[in-house]
C-alpha cells in the first residue's frame, strides 16, 4: 500500500505486484489529519484488504507539503512497526517523473509556496527506472528557467509545470523552442497526474529488491527547504 500526502489532495494505491487493485484520490479542500485513516480504511474495505495482509508500505517522503510529509510519515511508520513490515519513502519529484513516462531528461517540478517550486531534473529509462540527474532544490520558477540556453529535449512535469507553463512558454519562445503537449517537440509538457501514490508504490517496488535497510526508524522526510515556523524563527532571531 502506498500514499502521497505531500500535496494538498493526495491520494492512496494498494497493487498487487505491479498491479493496481484499489486507488483513490483525495480532497483538496480537507486536511490529510482529519481524512486519511478513514480514506485507507474505505480503501482496504472496498478492496477486501486488510493492514496486516499488506506485505510493503510506502509512502511520499517529500518535498512537498510539510504538514502533510509528517502525518503520511508517522502513518506509515506506525503501520510498519505493528505489523512488522518494511516500509518506503520515495523522493515525490522521482514519483512525478516516473509518471511522465520514459524521457532523457524530464524536469518535475512542485508548486512549494511563494511562488516557488521544488525541481529536479531526471531521466526514466525504457525499463521505468529513474535517474536523478541534479540534486533536488526550492528556487522560483523564473529563476530556474534562466538557466535553458539550448534546445536540449525537455520534459517539464507535474503540478509546478502545469501551474507555471506560461513561464515555460515565455522561456521556449525566448529561445525559438517549441513548446506544447505531446511527442516530437523540444519541450513538452507532461498530462497532469494528479494521483502520485501509484507511481511511488512502483518506485518502492523497486528499492524493496535492493539490500537496503526499510524499516520504520529508516524512513526519514526530505524537506529541500526550512519549514516556514524555522524560517520565521531565524528572521525573527
Known amino acids: 500500500m502506498s500514499l502521497e500526502t505531500a500535496t494538498r489532495a493526495g491520494s492512496l494505491a494498494l497493487l498487487r505486484g505491479q498491479e493496481v487493485i484499489a486507488a483513490s484520490l483525495g480532497v483538496a479542500e480537507e486536511s490529510h489529519s482529519v ?13 477486501n484488504v486488510s493492514l496486516s495482509d499488506i506485505n510493503l ?13 509528517r502525518i503520511g510519515l508517522a502513518t506509515i ?18 514519483a512525478i517523473a516516473l509518471a511522465a513516462g520514459v524521457s532523457e531528461r524530464t524536469y518535475a517540478l512542485l508548486p512549494a509556496g511563494r511562488g516557488e517550486v521544488f525541481a529536479q531534473l531526471f531521466s526514466v529509462s525504457q525499463t521505468m527506472r529513474v535517474s536523478p540527474l541534479s540534486e533536488a532544490e526550492h528556487l522560483p520558477p523564473d529563476v530556474l528557467l534562466e538557466r535553458f ?12 509545470a502545469q501551474l507555471y507553463s506560461h513561464l515555460i512558454l515565455e522561456r521556449a519562445r525566448s529561445l525559438e523552442i517549441s513548446f506544447e503537449e505531446g511527442e516530437g517537440v523540444a519541450w513538452t509538457l507532461a498530462p497532469d497526474v494528479q494521483e502520485l501514490a501509484e507511481p511511488i508504490a512502483l518506485l518502492a517496488l523497486q528499492q524493496a ?3 537496503e535497510r526499510h524499516g520504520a ?18 528572521v525573527k532571531g
Not at 35 to 47: P, T, V, W, Y
Request: hydrophobic share 40%; charged share 20%; glycine share 10%.
Open 149 to 160: 540556453a539550448h534546445a536540449d529535449s525537455i520534459r517539464w512535469a507535474g503540478a509546478g
Open 77 to 94: 511508520k506506525a503501520f510498519a512497526a505493528t505489523f512488522k513490515r518494511p516500509c518506503i519513502g520515495v523522493p515525490t519529484l522521482a
Open 35 to 47: 481524512n486519511l485513516l478513514s480514506q485507507i480504511e474505505e480503501l482496504l474495505k472496498g478492496a
Open 217 to 234: 526508524k529508516d524512513l526519514h522526510a526530505i524537506y529541500v527547504r526550512p519549514s516556514d515556523a524555522e524560517l520565521n524563527t531565524h
Open 57 to 69: 508500505y510506502a509512502t511520499a517522503a517529500g518535498p512537498g507539503s510539510f504538514t502533510g510529509l
Open 209 to 211: 529488491s535492493d539490500n
